[in-house]
């Protein structure tokens, strides 16, 4: 809910949970929302803890997926739904080809990197 373009979250009961805090919120995904705050965004679970630090010029939730894509001055990287790291922000774009298996490229190369094991499958040399 919006209060003097501030953002906050209710509970079933119309009673405030998370105060109104947030410059934008969206909702909550298997416990977790990707919110904004000081121009940054970050993620934060039911309970009003910050899972992923305010530190992304965008956050994109994957859909059904446990990975989020993340953007730190138009570098892209993957995190997780704990907030861990998967892949830093310094890839030029990334796409999904399958749930687990993404497309990557920086610097006009091509990698092709697994989420499951967190190993690349193929790159051109050097990426």
Same mark, same amino acid.
Request: proline share 0%; no cysteine; glycine share 0%.
């Given at each position: 809910v919006s209060k003097k373009n501030k953002w906050g979250y209710l509970d079933e009961k119309m009673k405030l949970q998370i105060p109104y805090q947030y410059q934008a919120a969206e909702s909550f995904e298997n416990n977790l929302a990707v919110v904004k705050k000081n121009e940054l965004y970050g993620i934060i679970n039911k309970k009003n803890k910050v899972i992923a630090d305010f530190k992304y010029n965008a956050i994109e939730r994957i859909p059904s997926t446990n990975y989020y894509l993340v953007t730190i001055n138009d570098k892209k990287g993957i995190l997780d739904n704990l907030g861990n790291i998967i892949i830093s922000s310094e890839w030029d774009s990334i796409a999904f080809v399958s749930r687990t298996i993404?497309?990557? &490229? *920086?610097? #006009? *190369?091509?990698? @092709? @990197? #697994?989420?499951?094991?967190? *190993?690349?499958?193929?790159? &051109?040399?050097p990426f």
């Open positions: 993404l497309r990557a &490229e *920086k610097n #006009n *190369k091509v990698a @092709y @990197y #697994n989420l499951i094991t967190h *190993k690349y499958i193929w790159q &051109e040399d």
